[in-house]
């Protein structure tokens, strides 16, 4: 599996078990320039910008450090880009969410307000 199939496929799990837990999912893979969010959903009130890091295994799986400030300020404009083109209400989270696929087992780590962006 390439690197762009096993983000493909991480990205439909994770959209799967946000579905199974409540979410609705809003938007996938949106882009705003060059800029994309992998997935943007709904939790209650919250508008939900999920990052998705899909690894074979948990080396750099460390979901503090998968999304650096860099990427979390882009994460930021694209969510506010979103925000200001949809009309939308409610609060933004940020989340991350990292799976393993090792040896046909699949981890899924989980991390609400993963981060506070910043301009």
Not at 14 to 35: D, M, P, T
Not at 40 to 62: C, L, M, P, Q
Not at 107 to 117: G, P
Request: proline share 2%; glycine share 6%; aromatic share 10%.
């Amino acid at each position: 599996m390439d690197h762009i199939e096993l983000g493909r496929t991480g990205e439909e799990f994770a959209a799967r078990y946000l579905e199974k837990r409540g979410y609705r999912i809003l938007e996938h893979n949106w882009r705003w320039g060059r800029e994309e969010i992998d997935i943007i959903a709904r939790d209650g009130d919250f508008i939900v910008i999920v990052e998705v890091k899909t690894r074979h295994s948990n080396r750099f799986a460390d979901p503090g450090t998968c999304v650096n400030p860099k990427k979390q300020r882009i994460l930021a404009r694209a969510a506010q880009a979103y925000i200001r083109y949809k009309s939308m209400l409610g609060e933004i989270r940020f989340d991350v969410i990292v799976i393993i696929l090792k040896y046909n087992i699949i981890t899924v780590n989980h991390v609400r307000d993963a981060f506070y962006a910043t301009l």
